[in-house]
């Protein structure tokens, strides 16, 4: 009777492994389905076939992250216009900004960034939707905003986005005029420093644009650097230095600040390092 049960047992085990294969297979299909819903912005439908994913392979937990993170979407965007808090609204906006930047997602971004903009007024804000119009191709759109920020308002980013429109519309004097109005001191973070960097750029002062790419890199926090790198061989303004050796030479520039564990985290409360760092006993 060995040789039978040693038979059935090969044959549940079979039987288990090959549904289990058969459910990753599932959850695959329909992450894949989710991340091309979430592309042509219905996020709602993603929303449906990312659950359908942890349904069917609950063990991965980049499909659980997925639909954790959709859902919350959801939420606060639904929210939103009830949230009276105005703490809790422009927190809300802006990483619902964030979210749709990050995906792509740029007529939603759009309508949230009018939004900030329209209740703040600030620096912050007109960089946040006049950067959103360039990524739209809407440069005119971008410098009427910056135009119309008082100047006590505007900073180091503001006033490198306001020449940078100027230079996608065809006016490269004003583009130049503006860009030597910029005072760019040692406190500048590598935000602003990468803002001035594609004006020069867009000016065709490739040596100055490359030695503020440099800057910028050393001085980004490592969990940054690769997203400044990628904007920078993606960006129109840079196109025209692709082949040049001293941009060539900036992308392989490395970070020189030191980033804890938790540092790509948005708080300390749901971070798992939160009790071997001080930051998170605190």
Not at 267 to 276: E, I
């Amino acid at each position: 009777m060995r040789f039978p049960i040693v038979a059935l047992l090969a044959t549940l085990a079979f039987a288990v492994l090959t549904g289990r294969t058969e459910a990753a297979e599932q959850g695959a299909d329909l992450f894949r389905a989710g991340e091309t819903q979430l592309a042509s912005g219905d996020l709602p439908g993603a929303l449906q076939q990312f659950a359908g994913a942890v349904r069917a392979d609950p063990a991965n937990q980049r499909y659980m992250q997925q639909y954790a993170m959709l859902r919350q979407v959801l939420m606060m965007r639904a929210s939103l216009p009830k949230e009276t808090v105005p703490a809790q609204w422009e927190y809300k906006a802006r990483a619902l900004h964030t979210f749709f930047v990050n995906h792509g997602l740029y007529a939603d971004a759009l309508e949230v960034g009018r939004q900030l903009h329209s209740k703040l007024n600030n620096g912050s804000s007109a960089l946040l939707l006049a950067e959103t119009q360039l990524a739209m191709n809407q440069p005119a759109d971008a410098a009427e905003v910056l135009a119309a920020l008082p100047t006590a308002k505007h900073t180091v980013a503001t006033k490198a986005l306001h020449g940078l429109a100027a230079a996608r519309q065809g006016k490269p004097d004003e583009a130049k005029r503006i860009a030597q109005t910029i005072q760019l001191t040692s406190a500048e973070g590598p935000g602003a420093v990468y803002a001035v960097a594609r004006l020069q750029a867009a000016i065709d002062d490739g040596e100055q644009a490359c030695q503020l790419l440099v800057r910028c890199f050393e001085s980004a926090a490592p969990s940054r650097l690769a997203g400044f790198k990628q904007h920078a061989q993606t960006s129109p303004e840079f196109s025209g230095l692709a082949g040049d050796a001293r941009f060539v030479a900036a992308l392989r520039t490395a970070s020189k600040v030191s980033e804890s564990a938790c540092s790509g985290g948005t708080s300390c409360a749901s971070c798992p390092m939160r009790s071997k760092c001080a930051s998170g006993e605190n």
